[in-house]
């Protein structure tokens, strides 16, 4: 089965920086996203990490660790309009394009 | 990237009542589509996977018979909540993948919320 843990909610000020982890236990492994998605909306895509390191893109930056099973989302220079839900999603071995989600980091960015 | 629309954005309908909800892949040939569920304040659930031309696979736990959905085309694949229920009531979003896109990227509708009184 999949198991993909994240916390529930983080709160930061604006400017500020946070990371968001995500660890995950999969019927192997092929690669891990992150995507935001804003109340009532569709999620979007932030990043994609197939090989260890940091990816980094902007304000945001993605990290990986295969030999962990651990992921996070770094989001610098926070802004209001980054409040909202990031998911983690990993995508294990086959050929069938599924991602398996973990339930979502709310992020309250506050003034 | 890909564009992907759903509709209806959103729709009410009483107890009993069927609903079709479109989602089209607006740019691109998508030979998968998905569709998710959501519920407040939880991530997204897979309820099955829909490939142009074959039956859909369904998720353990989701009624076939309930959530009818057809893939007719590489640009439109159709979800039909039967008989609906309050209990249906939630956001349901469609995601494509496939074709030239890179492995397992989804890209996501907009999303329908439905409501059932």
């Known amino acids: 089965g999949q198991n993909i843990d994240q916390p529930t909610e983080m709160t930061a000020t604006e400017g500020a920086i946070v990371q968001i982890n995500c660890t995950y236990q999969?019927?192997?492994?092929?690669?891990l996203f992150w995507y935001q998605q804003h109340a009532g909306e569709a999620p979007t895509f932030l990043s994609y990490n197939v090989l260890d390191g940091l990816e980094e893109k902007g304000r945001f930056s993605s990290f990986l660790s295969r030999s962990k099973g651990y992921s996070y989302l770094l989001l610098k220079e926070l802004q209001m309009k980054d409040s909202a839900s990031y998911l983690c999603a990993a995508v294990p071995r086959g050929g069938d394009y599924k991602l398996s989600f973990g339930a979502g980091t709310t992020v309250t960015v506050r003034a | 990237g890909a564009v992907v629309s759903q509709h209806p954005s959103w729709v009410i309908c009483k107890s009993g009542t069927s609903v079709k909800i479109e989602c089209r892949s607006l740019d691109f040939q998508a030979t998968t589509m998905f569709w998710y569920r959501q519920f407040p304040k939880q991530s997204l659930m897979l309820m099955a996977t829909s490939n142009e031309g074959s039956k859909a696979t369904y998720e353990q736990g989701v009624e076939k018979d309930k959530f009818l959905i057809n893939h007719a085309s590489l640009t439109l694949s159709t979800l039909t909540v039967t008989s609906a229920h309050p209990e249906d009531s939630s956001f349901y979003i469609c995601?494509?993948?496939?074709?030239?896109?890179?492995?397992?990227?989804?890209?996501f509708g907009p999303g329908t919320r439905l409501t059932v009184l």
């Open positions: 999969t019927s192997g492994f092929n690669g």
């Open positions: 995601s494509v993948s496939g074709g030239r896109l890179r492995a397992n990227e989804q890209f």
